[in-house]
């Protein structure tokens, strides 16, 4: 089997890591780093991402995309709330938000290809071959369509994704790899846009997730958003600038906010200083301050911590060991708040920026089948169920079963010869199918014509070890395989995806053709530079017919250099080049007589 | 579908050794995950997919004592078991006149706009609930051992039967009003009894 290797597609940052040596280790990028910032920019000379696109967030806003997680296996209604902070412009479609960028539209999951496509080619450049198979980490209490999404951002990025494993239960496995873990362990994991808590049983080896829950829309970045509305109020009372439709300046309070953020997690105060066009803004902040406005935000995370005990039947007294994952929780508000709920320090002995990266390549060792002693048995954080009469959920499949797991369900007809039977399948803890997730539309097509009520179609619901749904029909009187057309309600359809895939090839080319000519141009300006300057030096030594095949030469550069063939570029650069080398030899010659000359000159100076 | 039971290779009764049946469970895990078939053909894995699935299913029922009564019963009748199903159950006779009176506690309760008293009234209805609830859920596993005993002597255990049953579709009525308290109170999200589970 070919090398697996384990991504952290994170909100904020992503990394990868493999297995070496039975240690997991994080695989850094050509100058070290091992985290990649999870922001793409399109730039005039094409897409970057990474460090170099979150240079671009404050200059190039409307099309730098960051936390585009918050966005994955999302429709309209989810994200409208905060849209309008968002400095790129969110698409308004109900299915499948995308981001408009100048006349092209890019999905969710393209945006994070391009991140999973830099971690591709970091791992190929660190083993030396190609890499195709990886284990991507989730958010325990993502849904349906946003695991589907992640799954689907691998494949445009040309990673077949083994596993989507959720990322507290990932924390776990580098954990207890290392014999960090034993016993009943709650892992709270609050990184850049999501928060889980997940409450598992580890013993001989045996990773058994109890419970999970959390908020897929809470974390980092939302502690920055109560910052910068806090300091744009204060830029309004101060400087009388209202900065609130600015996306650049935006960008700026942004960055500035979350950098004040990271440095108040280990000093009691700090200096903001952002630098405007017309002013720099100075603004002294204490760590209360910032805990006061986030308070709230980080309450909020310990419902979920309260619930996911319960469904555990389990005393926060019975934990033996609390880990912290995820770079929000190095504040030490969030370590407080979860010490008081849990009775007991939490720590972080593995970086809690590296830590769920590493866990996911001891998933992607475990399935290579290199590690047979870890067994991981992980929940579904959300009901499964179908909308029955009068808008009731039924539910079939209870949160928090372990995966991989199946209902069966028996449908029939209410009008005689019925040959379709509709399903609306929801994922929720709601009673009402409105006020849950709706997962897909079933089309039970292909049941034989019969009285009303004959026909017993049965179901097949089957949650697989990603946590995605799988669904197959048959009707049992005519033993018929029934066909399902699922139509996803949020979410990407397959052709959607292969096209994609298409694309990513097709741009990935036009990608490397726009650096390539970009190369080629400056190539041709660097030779059209020499050749002016040295007409200027030396023009009188060229014949007549020197002088005008170089002037030909120039003039038909400038022409081919103003198009963007690449190759009419490159044929003229090297004509102008074979035009001026006769010019250049003599130049030469000159040069190397007139060093002579001044040799002799030396050496009589020398010797007088 | 092979019974719960004889995936675990138990004999049809109440009585199981929750440590043994753990670590049965982890073997035949081990066995089946999908984890450990990742390089098998699509047949392979496609069949240690359902296994997988089945054995999780039947731990989940029969690690639970109450659980296990459930099934056991849905298995005696011979009718497919749905967990967690929201269909609501119906009064049993004795609970009616109780149970009416509850609604009216709420309707009143929010006729007076749930201030503070109403509410306080309604928390402590749902907590007398929670312990019946509770109480039920004790009295019906403390039978176990007498249906296994009946098993092994072969003995009548119609009676019984129905006498789980009804204590079941009691302790199923008492949640569905614990919920109703907890909807007008608008606690649904942070009760403290987990949401429909045994």
């Not at chain 1, 991507?136 to 992640?150: E, L, S």
């Not at chain 1, 689907?152 to 873990?181: C, F, H, W």
């Not at chain 1, 990603?466 to 066909?483: H, M, P, Y």
């Not at chain 2, 039920?136 to 249906?147: D, K, Y």
Request: proline residues 4%.
């Amino acid at each position: 089997m070919s090398r697996i290797v384990g991504i952290d597609l994170g909100t904020t940052n992503s990394l990868v890591a493999h297995v070496e040596g039975g240690i997991p280790r994080v695989i850094p990028d050509a100058e070290g780093r091992a985290l990649l910032p999870s922001i793409v920019a399109w730039t005039p000379d094409g897409v970057v991402v990474g460090e170099a696109a979150r240079r671009q967030l404050a200059r190039n806003a409307a099309r730098t995309v960051y936390s585009v997680k918050r966005l994955m296996g999302r429709g309209y209604e989810d994200v409208k709330d905060e849209l309008p902070r968002l400095p790129f412009h969110v698409v308004p479609q109900a299915e499948v938000v995308s981001i408009r960028i100048g006349d092209r539209e890019v999905t969710p999951p393209e945006v994070s290809a391009y991140v999973l496509r830099v971690l591709k080619q970091r791992a190929e450049a660190h083993f030396g071959e190609p890499v195709e198979q990886a284990v991507i980490t989730v958010p325990a209490y993502f849904n349906d369509a946003q695991r589907q999404a992640t799954k689907d951002a691998g494949r445009i990025a040309g990673l077949e994704v083994l596993r989507i494993v959720n990322e507290p239960t990932a924390a776990s496995l580098a954990y207890g790899l290392q014999k960090l873990a034993e016993g009943i362990i709650a892992v709270y994991d609050l990184g850049g846009g999501t928060f889980d808590i997940s409450i598992l049983r580890v013993k001989d080896g045996v990773f058994e997730v109890l419970a999970t829950n959390g908020n897929t829309h809470l974390g980092g970045d939302d502690f920055d958003q109560a910052m910068v509305d806090w300091l744009l109020a204060d830029i309004e009372t101060r400087h009388r600038v209202d900065f609130s439709t600015d996306p650049e300046a935006l960008q700026e309070i942004r960055l500035g906010a979350e950098a004040a953020k990271c440095r108040l997690s280990f000093d009691e105060r700090t200096v903001l200083t952002i630098p405007f066009e017309r002013f720099t803004y100075h603004r002294d902040i204490g760590r209360a301050e910032l805990e006061a406005l986030v308070g709230p935000l980080v309450a909020s995370t310990l419902g979920p911590c309260r619930r996911a005990l319960a469904d555990a039947s389990l005393r926060p007294d019975q934990v033996d060991q609390v880990v912290l994952v995820g770079g929000s929780t190095r504040m030490p508000l969030v370590r407080r708040r979860v010490e008081e709920l849990f009775e007991r320090t939490p720590h972080s002995r593995i970086n809690p920026d590296e830590v769920v990266a590493l866990g996911a390549a001891v998933q992607a060792q475990i399935l290579a089948g290199g590690i047979t002693d870890m067994l991981l048995l992980d929940v579904t954080p959300l009901s499964l169920g179908i909308e029955t009469l009068g808008g009731i959920v039924s539910v079939l499949i209870p949160r928090n079963t372990t995966i991989p797991t199946l209902a069966k369900e028996y449908f029939t007809t209410s009008v005689d010869g019925q040959t379709t039977v509709d399903l609306h399948v929801l994922q929720g803890e709601r009673e009402l199918a409105r006020d849950n997730r709706s997962l897909a539309r079933f089309d039970l097509a292909g049941v034989d014509p019969m009285p009303a009520g004959m026909p017993k179609v049965e179901v097949t619901f089957l949650i697989d070890a990603n946590g995605i749904l799988q669904a197959q029909a048959r009707e049992l009187r005519t033993g018929k395989a029934a066909s399902i057309e699922v139509k996803p309600t949020y979410g990407l359809t397959e052709t959607q995806v292969e096209q994609m895939v298409e694309d990513s090839f097709r741009y990935a080319e036009a990608d490397v053709n726009a650096r390539l000519l970009i190369e080629t141009q400056t190539e041709a300006d660097t030779v059209v530079n020499h050749v002016e300057r040295a007409l200027r030096q030396a023009g009188p030594m060229a014949t007549a017919a020197e002088r005008a095949a170089i002037d030909r030469a120039l003039a038909e550069l400038r022409v081919a250099r103003a198009g963007t063939s690449r190759d009419a570029i490159r044929e003229c650069t090297i004509a102008l080049n074979q035009a001026t080398a006769p010019l250049a030899d003599r130049m030469m010659e000159a040069a190397i007589k007139d060093a002579v000359t001044s040799k002799r000159a030396d050496q009589l100076l020398e010797n007088s | 579908m092979s019974d719960y039971f004889t995936v675990f290779e138990l004999p049809r009764k109440l009585t199981v050794d929750g440590e043994a049946l753990q670590r049965r469970f982890y073997e035949l895990s081990r066995q089946h995950h999908p984890d450990f078939h990742q390089g098998a053909d699509a047949a392979r894995q496609a069949e240690a997919l359902t296994q997988s699935a089945l054995v999780n299913r039947a731990y989940r029922a029969l690690r639970d004592p109450l659980a296990r009564v459930e099934y056991l019963i849905a298995l005696e009748e011979g009718r497919e078991v749905r967990e967690g199903a929201t269909d609501k159950p119906k009064a049993p006779r004795e609970l009616l006149q109780e149970m009416l009176e509850v609604q009216e506690t709420i309707e009143e309760a929010k006729a007076e706009g749930l201030g503070g008293e109403a509410a306080e009234r309604l928390r402590g209805e749902r907590r007398r609930l929670e312990e019946r609830y509770a109480a039920e859920a004790e009295a019906i596993v403390a039978r176990s051992g007498e249906w296994d005993r009946l098993v092994d002597e072969g003995g009548d255990r119609k009676a019984l039967l129905e006498w789980f049953k009804q204590r079941l579709a009691t302790r199923a009525y008492f949640r569905t009003v614990i919920d109703d308290l907890s909807d007008a109170l608008g606690e649904s999200e942070e009760s403290h009894v987990p949401h429909r589970r045994h």
